[in-house]
């Protein structure tokens, strides 16, 4: 046989070999959702939140396993956009803004007791003997502001201290499509706050709320370019179909993207996810837990997700939509293993050229949704209940005027937060 061919035979074998384990591959399909708000994994457990539910499956039998709780208002039952997050060693917790509740199971999926709170709590985890929490408080003062606080607790869900607080415009009157929000994850005993504000920052407090260090890199700063606009607007339109018209006019882009976006901590490891997207991959700046000093941060590109994934054990796993709509697979990828989402680009560091955004035509175009919306009218009764809702928490932080401005769009959602408003406070 001729040299040349066992030469070409044998480069296509190691490419192969190399390329095959970059490849992000389908886990198993996901059945019992239909619309997921995020995904946690412990140990071969996968939790899955939906808009109304929670699921657990079985990441090493790859099949559905049970239905965690249930919706209502009884015991061991919870509203629409539940948050779930581990509690260590044998323990989930499920978070109901909406009922103001906060229920502990087994990671088996067995009711073990829940807990009532007043405050408008967002996201919580524990720490130490308590826990740390997001609470939001909406049109204090003259100017109308909000605020997003970060704030302790005891084990009676009572308020110790303030950590952080970010302060933000009322959203019915500028939508900041980039918030410079702030994003806290619990590890090894000890709080990680994001400060995106002051660049790629993270300070550390301990479980009475001192500040330990900080961790600090090098950033350049981003711009917002007019194409990376039409993207995410185009994104938007598509996500918040219901309440674009209320939007559309009061959308806010400032004029560099903020540092991070969110973050999980894995391998005593920082994976923050950030607002940069290219070729169908969403940049991850990954740096050390310690304070910046001895360490580098570098740049990874992983597949697109919409904020549907998780970190665990070097493993990326993430929540892929596809044909017919409402259908979902667990998809995973080595997380050393991927590439950069352009031939030529590296695997840069963070504080070197190279930040262009790309805009693919393919994406600006799946984002588009078929037609334009139309305006529904604000009836008298639903001008006068307008405010009464100002206290309803959402999920994350802003989605509080989504489902605020939509509620305006559906008398028949707004009744029903009413009766909640009622459930809560009669």
């Given at each position: ?21 970059c ?16 995904i ?5 457990r ?6 109304k539910?929670?699921q ?5 039998e ?6 965690v ?9 919870y509203?629409?956009?539940?948050y779930?997050?581990f509690q260590?060693?044998?323990k ?10 906060l ?12 807990k ?11 720490l ?6 997001s609470?939001?408080?909406y ?17 009676d869900l009572k ?13 019915l009157?500028e ?15 000890k ?34 370019t ?11 339109r598509?996500?918040?179909?219901e ?15 903020p ?7 894995s ?14 991959k ?25 904020g ?5 054990n ?17 998809h ?8 950069p989402?352009?031939?030529g ?9 190279n930040?262009?955004?790309h ?12 037609g ?9 009764i639903?001008?006068v209940l307008?405010?009464?809702?100002f206290?309803?928490p959402?999920?994350?932080?802003f989605?509080?005027i ?18 909640l ?6």
């Amino acid at each position: 046989m001729n040299r040349s061919i066992v030469y070409f035979f044998f480069v296509l074998v190691i490419f192969l070999i190399v390329r095959i384990p970059c490849t992000a591959e389908k886990f198993f399909t996901i059945d019992h959702i239909s619309k997921p708000t995020d995904i946690l994994v412990i140990d071969n457990r996968l939790y899955i939140t939906d808009q109304k539910s929670v699921q657990m499956y079985s990441l090493k039998e790859k099949k559905w396993i049970c239905q965690v709780g249930k919706p209502g208002l009884g015991t061991g039952e919870y509203l629409e956009n539940p948050y779930v997050v581990f509690q260590p060693p044998d323990k989930i917790l499920i978070l109901s803004p909406m009922s103001k509740k906060l229920l502990t199971f087994t990671l088996d999926g067995e009711f073990i007791s829940e807990k009532r709170f007043r405050m408008n709590i967002n996201t919580i985890e524990p720490l130490g003997p308590g826990y740390v929490a997001s609470t939001l408080a909406y049109f204090k003062g003259a100017e109308k502001k909000c605020f997003d606080s970060t704030i302790l607790l005891n084990a009676d869900l009572k308020k110790i201290k303030e950590i952080d607080f970010y302060e933000f415009p009322n959203p019915l009157k500028e939508y900041h499509v980039l918030p410079f929000s702030p994003w806290y994850k619990v590890y090894d005993g000890k709080l990680f706050l994001s400060k995106p504000r002051e660049g790629f920052v993270f300070d550390v407090f301990g479980i009475n709320g001192e500040r330990i260090y900080r961790i600090k890199h090098k950033y350049n700063e981003v711009p917002v370019t007019e194409e990376s606009k039409s993207l995410k607007l185009a994104q938007l339109r598509s996500q918040k179909r219901e309440i674009w018209d209320n939007i559309k006019d009061i959308i806010y882009f400032p004029d560099y993207f903020p540092s991070v976006r969110d973050f999980v901590i894995s391998g005593d490891k920082i994976y923050a996810r950030t607002w940069i997207e290219k070729k169908n991959k969403i940049q991850f700046l990954v740096t050390a837990l310690d304070d910046g000093k001895g360490s580098e941060t570098r740049s990874k590109w992983l597949p697109y997700s919409g904020g549907l994934y998780a970190i665990e054990n070097g493993w990326y796993y993430y929540l892929k939509e596809t044909e017919p709509q409402d259908t979902w697979e667990l998809h995973t990828v080595p997380v050393e293993k991927v590439e950069p989402p352009e031939t030529g680009i590296p695997d840069e560091r963070i504080g070197e050229e190279n930040n262009e955004i790309h805009i693919d035509s393919t994406e600006e175009k799946r984002g588009c949704p078929p037609g334009e919306m139309k305006k529904q009218p604000l009836t008298i009764i639903e001008n006068v209940l307008k405010g009464l809702f100002f206290f309803y928490p959402g999920d994350f932080g802003f989605q509080f005027i989504d489902r605020f401005l939509l509620g305006f769009n559906h008398p028949g959602l707004l009744l029903e937060r009413f009766l909640l408003f009622l459930y809560n406070f009669g």
